[in-house]
């Protein structure tokens, strides 16, 4: 057990509502997630538009993951001294753009002095019909929406001093919320991808007590490409036909890749955010 989840587990009980993307209190999901300088992102690799944009994107994911309707944020706000007016326009452009887009209300918050950039959003969401981590059974089929590793692939273009594209994976991550609406009555499970497909998958699997048997070697590249905020689902091999009927109406990308089994997964990816 690393540092994070030794930490998160000295909060958790029989009746906690710790566990899931979110936390489900009647038929609302409260979500937050950081959003730090040198831990997320570098200054120098987006601009103040593009870190707004994704610090809300990366939270507002785990609402869509929950098969949850965002409604509302409360904004953290730690800003160094020397940022300037402009500089404040900006970032609240980009954080207001994809408020927007997914039709949130921010709603309150709070800003501090700091020696560095770091945002924290709070995402509060209406679900009448959850998407919960727990329900994975024997034979459950394994699949992830999207093409991984993109994400991996432009991070190692920023360290070696390249740019990417504004629209980039690793910029502007897609969520799949029309996927997950219209595919909801079809799953066991689901959460979003953004520690790995393999680091994900081991989430999936601890909280239900089960193993996977995968189809065919995943490379690492793949496996270990953190912040894909792609989705990893679980459903009956019965529902493979609706799943890609869904797949063809919202046209996502959908690739099965393994079979849920008894025993223990055992992720072999290294925790970080770089």
């Avoid at 887009?101 to 709603?107: F, H, R, S, T, V």
């Avoid at 020696?115 to 727990?134: F, G, W, Y």
């Avoid at 219209?182 to 999936?204: A, N």
């Amino acid at each position: 057990m690393n540092g994070e989840n030794y930490f998160i587990s000295t909060f958790t009980s029989a009746q906690s509502h710790i566990g899931d993307d979110g936390a489900l209190i009647g038929t609302q999901v409260y979500s937050k997630d950081l959003f730090s300088e040198n831990v997320h992102f570098k200054r120098k690799w987006l601009s103040l538009y593009q870190i707004g944009y994704k610090a809300m994107i990366v939270n507002i994911s785990d609402a869509i993951a929950m098969n949850a309707v965002p409604k509302y944020a409360l904004l953290g706000v730690a800003m160094p001294a020397t940022i300037t007016f402009h500089q404040m326009d900006e970032l609240s452009c980009g954080i207001q753009a994809a408020a927007l887009k997914y039709g949130i209300e921010i709603i309150g918050g709070d800003t501090i002095g700091n020696s560095k950039l770091d945002i924290s959003v709070t995402i509060i969401s209406e679900a009448r019909n959850p998407l919960m981590r727990k329900g994975l059974k024997i034979g459950d089929v394994i699949a992830y929406t999207g093409k991984l590793g993109r994400s991996a692939k432009e991070l190692r273009y920023l360290f070696s001093g390249g740019k990417v594209h504004s629209k980039s994976r690793f910029a502007s991550p897609v969520l799949r919320q029309s996927f997950v609406q219209h595919s909801r009555r079809y799953l066991r499970c689901g959460m979003d991808i953004s520690d790995g497909l393999f680091s994900d998958i081991d989430k999936l699997c601890s909280v239900n007590r089960k193993g996977v048997r995968f189809y065919q070697r995943v490379a690492k590249g793949i496996g270990c490409s953190g912040e894909e905020y792609e989705m990893l689902i679980a459903y009956p091999p019965s529902q493979q036909r609706s799943i890609r009927r869904v797949a063809a109406r919202t046209r996502t990308r959908v690739t099965p890749v393994a079979s849920v089994v008894r025993g223990k997964f055992i992720n072999r990816c290294k925790r970080h955010h770089f």
